[in-house]
């Protein structure tokens, strides 16, 4: 069974910074695209960060300069470090795999738009 699993999530002062992490377990093979969106109670769903299989990112304008996302392929992780966090930033946050390849016992099968189950941030004095 294949799981995303985001940690790393919790309660800072404005100016803080948080390191979000998210896991993918199961007989992976390969995971392409990987990204953080999150969602303020109210809004919809947005993109934070997205990064490609080989290391190219892009960044909502909101982020840019104060948060960096990062990969692991050989641990299947993708990271969100944040900094200068404003209360702005507060909301769930998920993580998204574009396509995941997984051995299932006796054939390769495919999860396209797999979605984590989201950790809290909050930003707040």
């Known amino acids: 069974q294949v799981q995303l699993v985001e940690s790393g999530g919790g309660l800072v002062q404005p100016g803080g910074s948080l390191r979000l992490s998210c896991a993918a377990s199961?007989?992976?093979?390969?995971?392409?695209?990987m990204g953080w969106y999150r969602q303020a109670p109210g809004k919809q769903r947005e993109l934070v960060a997205v990064?490609?299989?080989?290391?190219?990112?892009n960044y909502a304008d909101s982020v840019k300069g104060r948060f960096t996302i990062s990969r692991d392929n050989a641990k299947n992780t993708v990271y969100l470090q944040m900094n200068s966090l404003k209360p702005e930033d507060t909301a769930v946050y998920y993580c998204n795999a574009d396509t995941i390849i997984y051995y299932s016992g006796s054939a390769y099968s495919n999860l396209n738009d797999f979605w984590g189950q989201g950790t809290q941030v909050t930003v707040s004095s």
């Open positions: 199961g007989s992976i093979f390969s995971i392409s695209a």
């Open positions: 990064i490609t299989r080989s290391g190219r990112t």
